[in-house]
């Protein structure tokens, strides 16, 4: 295998994780915490107690909160909260050198902008060569080596193929695409319909509902993707309903363990303290309702979850005005 120097921005679960998978994988590995007190702690405990209890974390990963770490590293893995992807491509731009690979590990949309993360980071870096990767991939399970497989996408074939190398291995398959925007919009808006998929556990209903909400999701998702631009066949695969799936089902799932604190009556406020952990799916309902205004697509789920999450609508009223709405043909 050909070894890498690589920099995982970002020391909260996924981070973490993936620091790890690198590190078997014969990779050289630093690991950027965004403050001291935290960096210290990974390397004093060879563990990440907070937000990946349990795993051990190789004995060859370096650990720091200099920013400047980035510097001469082959691929920079960039995994921060998407509320702070600007700021942090902004600090770490003058080290990276030219045609390095960043691969965007967040998942989101920038408030305010609507702009996908990778049109963030090649804004402030534009010497860099931008790769995303999406799929279903709790943090918990590719940091214990079970199988796992996600897409990277981007325009640059040769990073793709550098990426695949490095990441890919015996628990973790890397397959390849080029629609970069449909790979971003799955990752990002499945969140949401997880929110949602937790509020339906939350206030008492069953499978039908969720099953429901997850079919009637990924259509509003390709729906919208589409009409910005992106391939209707990458939302059948790992970006789209295969990160749907893993994500409204699973415990692992942040977005879906806030969903089942609202859907019990706990508010926003609240659910968040408790979770502990960047929810993103609140951060993005937001960013998603816009757009839907913005390409005038029809997205109903979206609108709900909005109105539950930023105007104290109640999740059982919500989910009876989509039961309620008008007839339509499914396909359409």
Not at 22 to 31: D, F, I, K, Q
Not at 65 to 75: M, Q, T
Not at 292 to 300: Q, R, S
Request: aromatic share 6%; proline share 2%; glycine share 10%.
């Amino acid at each position: 295998m050909d070894i890498k120097n690589i920099a995982v921005v970002g020391s909260g679960s996924w981070g973490t994780a993936i620091s790890v998978l690198l590190e078997r994988n014969g990779h050289n590995v630093t690991l950027w915490s965004w403050k001291q007190s935290e960096s210290d702690a990974l390397k004093r405990d060879k563990e990440n107690k907070e937000f990946l209890p349990d795993i051990f974390l190789g004995d060859k990963i370096s650990y720091t909160s200099d920013i400047s770490c980035v510097e001469g590293k082959e691929i920079i893995v960039l995994v921060t909260p998407s509320s702070v992807i600007r700021s942090t491509a902004k600090s770490m731009s003058s080290y990276v050198s030219e045609n390095s690979i960043i691969v965007i590990l967040s998942k989101g949309l920038e408030e305010g902008t609507l702009k996908t993360l990778s049109e963030v980071v090649e804004e402030e870096i534009p010497q860099s060569r931008v790769v995303v990767m999406s799929g279903p991939s709790h943090a918990e399970e590719v940091a214990r080596f079970i199988p796992t497989a996600n897409v990277v996408a981007s325009v640059h074939t040769d990073a793709i193929t550098t990426v695949q190398n490095a990441f890919m291995c015996d628990t973790f398959r890397v397959y390849s695409g080029d629609d970069i925007l449909g790979v971003q919009l799955g990752g990002a808006l499945k969140n949401v319909m997880a929110l949602c998929a937790g509020i339906i556990d939350g206030v008492g209903f069953g499978d039908n509902t969720k099953a429901a909400l997850m079919t009637r999701g990924i259509k509003e998702i390709s729906r919208l993707g589409i009409k910005m631009g992106a391939k209707a066949e990458t939302f059948y695969g790992l970006s789209g309903i295969g990160d749907l799936i893993v994500t409204c089902t699973s415990m692992h799932s942040r977005n879906r363990r806030a969903g089942i604190l609202i859907g019990q009556g706990n508010s926003l406020k609240d659910t968040l303290d408790k979770v502990h952990m960047v929810v993103e799916g609140v951060h993005c309902a937001g960013a998603a309702y816009e757009l839907g205004k913005k390409y005038d697509v029809e997205m109903p789920i979206i609108n709900e979850a909005y109105e539950v999450l930023y105007n104290g609508k109640s999740p059982k009223q919500a989910i009876s005005d989509l039961m309620c709405r008008d007839k339509k043909d499914e396909i359409k």
